[in-house]
């Protein structure tokens, strides 16, 4: 099982390297009930690192759940109005947030689709005003994970509930580069500068489009904006503080030209999506956008995703990881997308990231959709990486270089 | 240790008996997050009870802790306009409040006094246009304990913590009448009746006055207000609904007229103020003000409840208890109000609850104050029950009669 050192190891990390919240500034952490002893040890290092404030806004799933089963749609569709005021006074005092995620996939299985639906788009209809402090890197953010029952029997179904939580410890704490003995904060600006090499060279290749294929099905060409910046890894804030949004990461992502996308991709990894699975799905672009659709698990989850706005038909970002990566050679499927989407290549639909293109966190809406950026309230990841998976880079002129072979970077 | 069965037959108690949540109501329950567990029940049990919604509003007393160690006392003052509007809404909506209670006792024992009282001055002024809601039983509401680890080691501090707390739900159990195998919600009807049988022998009685003496150095007469009511057990809200403020409960509680206590006072059991215990405390009593007063331990915060506001210093309620009530039988001492109140007669300072005076409810600030009432931003209890305890009725023409002898209810 997990050791007190590793937990406060983990937790220093969270808030110094993940938002690493700066002397005197508001931390809001969004946790779990279930997860307060891990959340009190990030409250704990947040004050010794200098935080002025720590803010800690709690949920429940077990809440939640009750919530979908028992409310009408209509009391669900009803936010009010303090919730979003209690978002946007932290934002207004320059706070950064942490995520401290325990998700239970699958967890609304069962529960009326429009309920989640009417519930999911009144959220995001109310908050999306607020999107942009994150979505821009105006403060800090980060996502960390933590093990749940819930979680851990999804992943290992034939585990007791406590076998299941040390396997899914042991992955997470290897994933994010913690050891009973080691400096994590070392090993992680070691690997940031790994992560900043591909997106250089991505960068300096300055491709016009990419080209995926592989044996599944796949067949797809992903147009990127003019002026495309690739990123991942380690970012920068409005207030100058360098922070890390996902940790694990693996991945370095793109903007793609929100009419460019063209042809078939196969998801090769469940989606967690509205608190169900979807699985076995593919998608058809024209001209960007999705056109025909099909999930042999949950198509109506998929469908409230495709149809959720105008936006979340079309992609917000590309993103290559390879295959050989370390967080896809435990060879565990995590159900979340923390994990399975640094695990592989994958695409999502909706809202693109102002960064990826230059300029862009300077840019207006109206400038950033001219530049070729997909506007939507939603942003959702999906896989589609393969052992066999074969990506070409296409120039401007026409010439190509060859980025993956067999799945794995090339280039 | 408590089962399955007992707890939650205790949340259904809460919700059923305590706040009687109605049909499609808003319920709000505020608990520590260590609580969870059994605030799960609660949201199920007042679900299936037919609640419209449920909202849990989480603390943590550690992050408390921590915010009180590290924050300065500027930034502990400055209270979001969110969390007023948060309450209001709910207050707005008819909601009813379910308060699931485990502090520890001397919590903040050590912190910087003045940041306390500017920390609270702050909440209850933010707080104070919306204190009638409860104090005038305008919607339901509750409060019920559960053990924690920190007051179970403040009441048995020679057990280990296991033991501690099985010895604290023993006792909570017991005083809110759950057992393994009865009906509480009957027990409490039954209950009900016989604090009833009480307060209206004593209305019947119409005392203008009542005289407390004892050997310990009490020797204090309490002044009550014209058509003063006497009251206890359960209560009835703005919308019909019968429930019960505190689980347990044994008190008949009136209110004094604010300018007509004198004499001295003599505490006997600590009193739990804003996370610090303060003992061995006497109050000297002029024309209703607080004159003189002394304590052993935690002088400094003796006077600021004392000095909170110009009510504080006045009373807002007296209780009688008989020294010979379960609670008190028990032989424990709780460190906290919820109980300690009902194992002994008490005053309390600040605000007067107007449902004790004839149309109170409907009376305005300015009637009630003309009636004698007493008002604050605060209403502090504490005890000063005795086994020699001896209360004599003073009635309009002069004549007595004997309502205690020897701590307990002779009338």
């Keep these: 099982m997990v050791s007190e050192n590793q937990l406060r190891k983990y937790a220093k990390l969270a808030v110094k390297m ?14 779990d009930v279930r997860d307060h002893e891990f959340v009190a040890l990030c409250v704990e290092e947040a ?7 720590v803010y800690v806004n709690w949920s429940s799933e077990h809440d939640a759940l009750c919530n979908y089963q028992y409310m ?34 699958g967890l609304l299985k069962g529960i009326d689709s429009e309920k989640i639906m009417a519930a999911q788009l009144a959220a995001s209809k109310m908050f999306m005003p607020l ?60 690997h940031n500068e790994q992560v900043l090499h591909y997106s250089k060279v991505l960068n300096e290749q300055n491709f016009k489009a990419l080209h995926f294929k592989n044996k599944l099905g796949t067949d797809l060409t992903v147009e990127l ?13 409005g207030n100058g503080a360098i922070f890390n949004p ?4 693996e991945e370095n992502f793109c903007m793609p030209a929100k009419y460019g996308t063209n042809g078939r991709v196969v998801a090769t990894k469940p989606l967690s999506y509205q608190g169900t699975l979807i699985d076995g799905f593919v998608l058809e672009f024209k001209d960007g956008k999705v056109v025909n659709y099909h999930a042999e698990k949950e198509m109506q989850a998929l469908k409230n ?20 990566s370390p967080i896809n050679n435990t060879g565990i499927l995590f159900y979340n997308t923390l994990f399975d989407e640094n695990a592989s290549c994958h695409l999502a639909l909706g809202r693109a990231y102002p960064m990826n293109v230059k300029g862009g966190t300077e840019m207006t809406e109206e400038q950033l959709k ?27 002129d026409g010439s190509t270089v060859t980025v993956f072979e067999a799945g794995n970077f090339v280039i």
């Excluded at 004050?47 to 404030?53: L, T």
């Excluded at 530049?371 to 393969?386: L, P, R």
Aim: charged share 20%; hydrophobic share 35%.
């Design 305 to 324: 995703l495709v149809e959720f706005d105008e936006g979340s038909s079309y992609l917000g970002e590309v993103a290559l990881i390879s295959y050989d």
């Design 246 to 249: 996902n940790m694990p990461t």
């Design 131 to 190: 999107q942009s402090y994150t979505m821009n890197n105006e403060g800090q953010w980060s996502i960390v994970a933590l093990p749940s029952s819930g979680w851990a029997k999804k992943v290992f179904p034939d585990l007791s509930e406590e076998e299941g939580i040390a396997k899914l410890w042991e992955a997470i704490l290897m994933s994010v580069r913690v050891s009973e003995d080691n400096d994590p904060i070392a090993e992680w600006e070691h």
């Design 370 to 396: 001219e530049a070729g950026a997909n506007f939507s309230m939603t942003h959702v990841d999906f896989m589609f990486g393969s052992s066999d998976m074969h990506v070409e880079g296409i120039k401007e």
């Design 72 to 105: 009408t749609k209509e009391a669900l569709s009803d936010i009010p109005q303090w919730k979003y005021d209690q978002r946007k006074y932290a934002q207004d005092k320059g706070g950064c947030f942490l995520n401290v995620m325990s998700s239970t996939p």
């Design 18 to 31: 993940g938002v690493n919240v700066q002397k005197g500034q508001l931390l809001v952490i969004s946790a």
């Design 225 to 237: 904006v003019k002026n495309h910046v690739w990123a991942g890894g380690c970012e920068k804030a």
């Design 47 to 53: 004050y010794k690192a200098g935080a002025g404030q």
